[in-house]
């Protein structure tokens, strides 16, 4: 079950993918292939994703959603940001923008930190729109089964830490640290994104077959 | 796997201290004649990167980073006049750095009159824009936003006219680190990963993908 009354507006990837669809000026573009750089599960650059070969031959299905996800936030961000006359009021979303990085010491708001740190506000969002994809296209395919809001919202945590190569956590986002103060527990959070990332026995995501 | 020793002089292959596929990167190439290239980054691209050369010697691994090339960053050109109006008239022209014509380019400056406090125009498809103010005995700084590029600053007197020239580097780039050498002691050394002190004493492992 998901913990609020009302969610309806809390499905965030629809909402951002209507607005592409929606507009004249913009649209969203996401495709895949084998990056320059070959580390990183996805990259977002302006309004283009492009998602990387060899993480979409590796993740379970609900990883690979919900890096589209969280791309789809990244590209999202680029576009508030940079074209605020785009929307009705876009300047004050622009200038919540600002006000966030001054009040969180971080200079460059085009960054990988800052975009990290502001999706921490969109957690909820993220996992609702992950529980609503996997409802009905992975695990719930035929059966409406879900995994428990705890399992998304932990899947939403995505990028909000770096782990080493033994998949223990070397840094954390301020944002993650604050929604989640207990080391162990953000620890296991990052186990749950690293099972579903590398699709291994403990995944719960559904396969690409 | 074989030991390799510490008489190794020549590392070939991506090595990284991360986990493989999560948002965030950090890894050296290292090339058979000597050379690398390392990166640094996450989803929206590099934080940081460099080219350079590198040495086996003993029990130490040196990283000359002497082979980046500074970035050229986004710039602009004024062309100015006075006249005895009582308005002044700026005329943007807005290139990416290979001098492409940027459209969608929103214009953004200081407003005390709008309710954000904040005013701008978009300029066309071709990254023309006009915009007409009072004349007045101060500056005004002007932020120019362009979706896919690093936003750029710059700063006018309001006594007077301009042609201006922007030109926007492209987001994603990151920082280039240059003149800088790190000399890591190496702990253990073989063919799929080596361990190295790091300046803090701490042991860091770096696996080859």
């Not at chain 2, 004649?33 to 029990?59: P, R, W």
């Not at chain 2, 799929?192 to 042991?203: P, Q």
């Amino acid at each position: 079950m998901v913990p609020f009354d009302s969610i309806t507006e809390l499905n965030f990837s629809e909402y951002i993918l209507s607005l592409f669809n929606d507009s004249n000026t913009f649209s969203y573009t996401i495709q895949n292939s084998t990056p320059d750089n070959p580390e990183a599960n996805a990259s977002t650059l302006g309004l283009t994703t492009t998602m990387n070969d060899n993480y979409l031959a590796t993740a379970s299905n609900l990883s690979i959603a919900r890096t589209m996800i969280h791309e789809l936030v990244h590209a999202y961000l680029n576009l508030r940001y940079s074209s605020p006359f785009s929307f009705d009021n876009g300047m004050d979303f622009r200038l919540k923008m600002e006000q966030y990085a001054q009040d969180n010491g971080i200079q460059d708001i085009q960054s990988n930190e800052f975009h990290h740190d502001f999706m921490g506000q969109y957690i909820n969002a993220i996992a609702y729109s992950l529980y609503e994809w996997d409802k009905e296209y992975g695990t719930g395919l035929g059966n409406n089964d879900d995994l428990g809001w705890d399992y998304y919202y932990a899947m939403s945590f995505s990028g909000q830490f770096v782990v080493d190569i033994n998949g223990n956590i070397v840094s954390s986002s301020d944002t993650f640290e604050a929604l989640v103060p207990n080391s162990s527990e953000r620890q296991q959070i990052v186990n749950i994104i690293l099972n579903e990332q590398n699709n291994n026995s403990d995944a719960q995501g559904t396969s690409c077959d | 796997m074989p030991f390799v020793g510490f008489n190794q002089t020549i590392l070939s292959g991506l090595f990284s201290d991360l986990e493989p596929l999560q948002e965030h990167y950090n890894y050296y190439k290292f090339e058979e004649d000597g050379t690398f290239e390392y990166h640094n980054g996450a989803s929206l691209g590099d934080n940081f990167y460099a080219f350079g050369t590198y040495s086996l010697k003993n029990d130490s691994l040196v990283l000359n980073f002497n082979e980046t090339i500074p970035l050229k960053i986004g710039f602009h050109s004024f062309e100015i006049w006075k006249n005895s109006t009582k308005n002044i008239e700026i005329n943007f022209n807005v290139f990416s750095l290979n001098k492409t014509p940027a459209s969608n380019v929103n214009i953004i400056y200081k407003d005390s009159s709008t309710k954000s406090g904040y005013n701008g125009i978009i300029a066309d498809k071709l990254g023309r824009a006009n915009l007409k103010l009072k004349k007045e005995n101060k500056n005004l700084e002007i932020s120019i936003s362009n979706i896919g590029f690093k936003e750029y600053k710059l700063k006018i007197d309001k006594n007077y006219n301009y042609n201006i020239d922007v030109f926007l580097l492209e987001q994603g780039l990151g920082i280039p680190i240059k003149n800088q050498i790190i000399c890591y002691k190496i702990v253990e050394m073989r063919n799929d990963y080596f361990i190295v002190l790091d300046e803090n004493n701490k042991k860091i492992k770096w696996k080859k993908r």
